[in-house]
């Protein structure tokens, strides 16, 4: 079960020509930069571009097909625009309530459930002239899950919000990820919110699709633009295998065979995760380092270097069955003549939890 689209649009100085599938589960993000075409593939997904040619389908049910096109109201979505569009006349709770008795079914979420999420108790009886902009946009995240849709579309849900802001809404949304039932497709340029938050990555470039597939495979290529930005990260699979109480720190595995510590979390044993490990914020050793404030010290081996001229290279290194992208300066790569096959050890500063996936016990 997918979402098949083909979309051929011609705009003033714009065009967008496109034929893929993205999963009908998880989330989705459509990430590249501005002009590239994401906000007008997204709204011809609504239902809210016309003078098109192309077919969209939803789970084999048919929404554009030619002549025949399904009206936005019968497509069972929300839409999440970046400001959050609230009904001024409304508060807080008024606001929700609407969303809640105009729901598409009796499957979704209650009241009660997406204040608990999204942090509302303290917000109900407010009025909306009063929010702060990220107090705004937790609310309108909420009402779209109220309406119970099909298909969740996020358009830069972020974009307009401080960091502190961002930060607090981006750990709402990992944490309610388990929660939601309908895919959702999220728009952004911002390649650590898509880090964070997408299993699934298409990234347009021009109005066309320059590369696709699991974001966990696509954040270790290093010939894709977005693993040379500053966030640029890598994306591994881990199990939690034990908790250290005395310190605080959870004890990974990867794939069974590697060790990896974060700050604790409160999950079972056996629970499986994602995490997020820079590649700025992590280096190259030639020998393991014994005594060294960094736990994060795992034996890999040289996979790809890049070939440039530039100060900076990203090289990609396997731990275990997994790839990690490291950016060093292009003289410690000529001054440890790094080669691949080469045996090393990545030191890793930092790891970010992402997810949680299902638990084995």
Same mark, same amino acid.
Request: proline letters at 3%.
């Given at each position: 079960?997918?979402?098949?689209?083909?979309?051929?649009?011609?705009?003033?100085?714009?065009?967008?020509?496109?034929?893929?599938?993205?999963?009908?589960?998880?989330?989705?993000?459509?990430?590249?930069?501005?002009?590239?075409?994401?906000?007008?593939?997204?709204?011809?997904?609504?239902?809210?571009?016309?003078?098109?040619?192309?077919?969209? @389908?939803?789970?084999?049910?048919?929404?554009?097909?030619?002549?025949?096109?399904?009206?936005?109201?019968?497509?069972?979505?929300?839409?999440?625009?970046?400001?959050?569009?609230?009904?001024?006349?409304?508060?807080?709770?008024?606001?929700?309530?609407?969303?809640?008795?105009?729901?598409?079914?009796?499957?979704?979420?209650?009241?009660?459930?997406?204040?608990?999420?999204?942090?509302?108790?303290?917000?109900?009886?407010?009025?909306?002239?009063?929010?702060?902009?990220?107090e705004k946009q937790r609310i309108a995240l909420a009402r779209a899950l109220l309406s119970s849709p099909q298909l969740i579309l996020m358009d830069e849900p972020l974009g307009s919000l401080d960091r502190q802001s961002k930060e607090r809404i981006l750990s709402l949304l990992e944490n309610i990820h388990q929660h939601l039932s309908a895919p959702v497709i999220y728009?952004?340029?911002?390649?650590? +919110?898509?880090?964070?938050?997408? +299993?699934?990555?298409?990234?347009?470039?021009?109005?066309?699709?320059?590369?696709?597939?699991? &974001?966990?495979?696509?954040? @270790?290529?290093?010939?894709?633009?977005?693993?040379?930005?500053?966030?640029?990260?890598?994306?591994? *699979?881990?199990? /939690?295998?034990?908790? *250290?109480?005395?310190?605080?720190?959870?004890?990974?595995?990867?794939?069974?065979?590697?060790? &990896?510590? #974060?700050?604790?979390?409160?999950?079972?044993?056996?629970?499986?995760?994602?995490?997020?490990?820079?590649?700025?914020? #992590?280096? #190259?050793?030639?020998?393991?380092?014994?005594?060294?404030?960094?736990?994060? /010290?795992?034996?890999?081996?040289? *996979?790809?270097?890049? +070939?440039?001229?530039?100060?900076?290279?990203?090289?990609?290194?396997?731990?275990?069955?997994?790839?990690?992208? /490291?950016? #060093?300066?292009?003289?410690?790569?000529?001054?440890?003549?790094?080669?691949?096959?080469?045996?090393?050890?990545?030191? /890793?500063?930092?790891?970010?939890?992402?997810?949680?996936?299902?638990?084995?016990?």
């Amino acid at each position: 079960m997918s979402i098949a689209i083909e979309l051929h649009l011609i705009r003033e100085k714009f065009s967008l020509s496109l034929k893929t599938e993205l999963p009908s589960h998880g989330i989705s993000a459509i990430y590249g930069p501005s002009g590239a075409g994401k906000t007008t593939l997204l709204r011809w997904i609504a239902g809210l571009e016309k003078n098109t040619k192309g077919s969209l @389908s939803f789970n084999e049910d048919i929404w554009e097909n030619g002549s025949y096109y399904l009206p936005t109201q019968r497509r069972k979505i929300a839409y999440v625009f970046q400001d959050a569009r609230l009904f001024p006349h409304l508060d807080v709770v008024g606001n929700l309530e609407y969303a809640y008795r105009r729901r598409f079914n009796n499957n979704g979420p209650t009241i009660e459930n997406v204040c608990d999420w999204f942090e509302l108790e303290q917000l109900l009886q407010n009025d909306t002239s009063n929010l702060s902009g990220g107090e705004k946009q937790r609310i309108a995240l909420a009402r779209a899950l109220l309406s119970s849709p099909q298909l969740i579309l996020m358009d830069e849900p972020l974009g307009s919000l401080d960091r502190q802001s961002k930060e607090r809404i981006l750990s709402l949304l990992e944490n309610i990820h388990q929660h939601l039932s309908a895919p959702v497709i999220y728009v952004s340029h911002d390649i650590e +919110e898509v880090s964070r938050l997408a +299993e699934h990555l298409l990234i347009l470039d021009s109005g066309k699709i320059s590369a696709q597939g699991p &974001l966990i495979e696509l954040s @270790s290529q290093q010939n894709l633009n977005f693993n040379h930005e500053e966030q640029a990260a890598s994306i591994i *699979d881990a199990t /939690i295998r034990n908790h *250290d109480q005395k310190y605080q720190l959870t004890e990974l595995t990867i794939d069974n065979q590697l060790p &990896l510590f #974060i700050t604790n979390i409160n999950s079972k044993v056996g629970t499986k995760v994602r995490v997020r490990i820079p590649a700025r914020d #992590i280096s #190259i050793t030639l020998e393991e380092a014994h005594n060294s404030s960094i736990l994060n /010290i795992l034996p890999a081996t040289i *996979d790809a270097i890049e +070939e440039t001229n530039n100060a900076r290279m990203l090289v990609r290194v396997k731990i275990a069955e997994q790839f990690l992208l /490291i950016r #060093i300066t292009h003289k410690s790569v000529d001054r440890l003549q790094l080669k691949i096959g080469k045996t090393v050890y990545a030191q /890793i500063k930092t790891v970010a939890l992402l997810s949680e996936k299902t638990s084995l016990n």
